[in-house]
């Protein structure tokens, strides 16, 4: 055996093998990578080319853009933003029945939108609507499913670290992701919408209660305007070129900061706390890009994405079941990989099939980004799923059965956004941020 297809097999079979064993995704990728490099290079030139290849991929001003934006999502969860937020989505969908179950979906779109991250949002929210939820009568399996569910659509609404990501591997415009994601973002917030009104008819009692007045109305959305202003100052000044997308994360940790301050939620005796967490999240990222861009060396010498493309373009020609393909793939990927290592891992692999295809990288972006945030809640790895049915007190298995129904509608939302490009293209050309 040649020592390209050595190392390919090596890759290919230790990342599986230390999956099964629960070895943790960063670890198993990283060694896998370095015992294939072993066998192309040797020991010597296998150490060299690692560490170089390591530091090279997080050596990126672009990539600066995460700890900020990470930072900003943990000022934000400490900072007495998500009381605020909740309370516009509440008077925004409060006349609807189970208002409270549709107001959940509404604030975790909101806090993600602010905040980028799926996670942050399902215990922000969650933490506060679930006694919420359970006053109101609701089943709590259900109340933890809505959470769940809904977290990861501020993944797709700007601004989001996982797009981020997908545009250094990419080389596309961070702008234009941006702006590509929000109209998924939307899709997968309706699609959550669509079953709690399903399940509303079912459970008549659910029904809103409370009807406020238009001066109560108007005076939750004011003091939501500050945390909702940080979208548009930051997704502002990247389209308008004021700042880069980078100097904009840096712009909300500030925002943010002086936010926490003003409503007397954060004091400076909090901030080595706060800045701790925001390190432990921003180092398994850039480790796990690291040793990503080991893998992605290692696969580019063993020819792997050529031997995938030449199997699939060998199977069919036909690009819907081409597409349908790889969306099962990264479907099943999802549920035992984050996002972030699959975009790194799928999108050298996947991207150069659909262009062939005319598909545009932009929307191929959204594909592959909303459909791992499936992934992150649906088990056995969904950490959304988990921190979703942590909050509320409860099993994850309970809440999985409730959970369903709503996969089945993000499922949908996905060959939605697959198949109608429109879906994530028509704002950023509309914004000329893309090509007509």
């Known amino acids: 055996m040649d020592p390209a297809s050595l190392a390919g097999l090596i890759l290919l079979v230790g990342i599986a093998v230390m999956i099964v064993l629960s070895v943790p995704i960063a670890v198993a990728i990283g060694l896998s990578s370095a015992f294939a490099a072993v066998a192309l290079l040797g020991f010597e030139g296998a150490v060299l080319t690692s560490s170089q290849r390591m530091f090279t991929g997080i050596n990126s001003f672009t990539l600066l853009a995460i700890p900020f934006f990470v930072l900003a999502g943990v000022l934000m969860n400490n900072g007495g933003i998500a009381g605020r937020l909740i309370d516009a989505a509440k008077v925004l969908v409060g006349r609807m029945p189970a208002s409270l179950a549709q107001t959940n979906v509404v604030a975790n779109a909101m806090f993600g939108a602010v905040s980028g991250a799926a996670v942050a949002a399902a215990a922000a929210v969650g933490t506060v609507m679930t006694p919420r939820m359970k006053q109101d009568g609701y089943d709590p399996k259900f109340s933890a499913a809505v959470n769940v569910a809904s977290a990861p659509a501020g993944m797709l609404i700007p601004p989001s670290n996982t797009f981020i990501v ?210 992150v809640i649906t088990p056995p790895v969904g950490n959304v799923l988990f921190v979703g049915a942590r909050v509320a007190g409860l099993r994850i298995e309970p809440v999985i059965s409730k959970l369903l129904p709503f996969l089945v509608a993000l499922v949908i939302g996905l060959f939605v956004v697959v198949f109608v490009p429109q879906v994530s293209l028509w704002l950023p050309t509309q914004m000329g941020l893309i090509a007509p």
């Open 166 to 375: 997908y545009s250094l591997v990419s080389s596309t415009s961070i702008a234009a992701l941006f702006m590509a994601g929000l109209g998924p973002g939307l899709v997968w917030a309706l699609a959550c919408m669509v079953i709690v009104f399903a399940y509303s008819r079912r459970h008549p009692e659910l029904k809103s209660r409370e009807r406020p007045t238009l001066v109560q109305t108007l005076k939750v959305l004011w003091l939501a305007v500050p945390s909702l202003l940080m979208i548009v100052i930051v997704i502002g000044g990247i389209l308008t070129g004021v700042f880069t997308a980078t100097e904009s994360a840096a712009i909300a940790v500030v925002y943010c900061l002086v936010l926490g301050f003003l409503y007397r939620n954060i004091k400076v005796r909090d901030l080595p706390g706060i800045l701790l967490d925001a390190a432990r999240t921003t180092a398994i990222v850039m480790l796990l890009v690291g040793v990503s861009s080991i893998l992605s060396w290692v696969m580019s010498f063993a020819r792997i994405p050529d031997i995938i493309s030449d199997l699939m373009l060998g199977i069919t020609d036909n690009p819907t079941i081409i597409l349908i393909l790889m969306m099962i793939i990264l479907l099943v990927v999802g549920t035992f990989m984050d996002p972030t290592p699959a975009i790194l891992i799928f999108t050298p692999i996947f991207l150069p099939i659909a262009a062939e295809f005319g598909i545009s990288p932009i929307h191929f972006g959204t594909m592959i980004v909303y459909n791992l945030c499936v992934g």
